[in-house]
């Protein structure tokens, strides 16, 4: 992953400090995301994301699946 070199770990360590966060968040960030429920994911799209003013983008073709 990108925080497997050197200048990911960089990154990281800057993230880290510009927003105050703990040295410790390095080895449980792993942890926390596997941890991480379905409820906490829809929880927080609901809180966070205003359906009023979504957009959706579709790319490719669209496939007719009752087509054979």
């Known amino acids: 992953g990108a925080r497997a070199t050197p200048g990911g770990r960089a990154r990281e360590s800057a ?3 510009r ?3 703990p040295v410790s ?3 449980s960030r792993p942890d926390l995301i596997l941890a991480t429920t379905r ?3 829809i929880a ?3 809180s966070h994301i205003a ?3 979504l957009s959706l983008s579709v790319a490719g073709s669209l ?3 009752t087509v054979t």
């Open 25 to 27: 968040l390095l080895d």
């Open 44 to 46: 927080a799209a609901r």
């Open 19 to 21: 927003h105050r966060l």
């Open 51 to 53: 359906t009023d003013h």
């Open 39 to 41: 409820a906490d994911v």
């Open 63 to 65: 496939v007719d699946p």
């Open 15 to 17: 993230r880290r400090a």
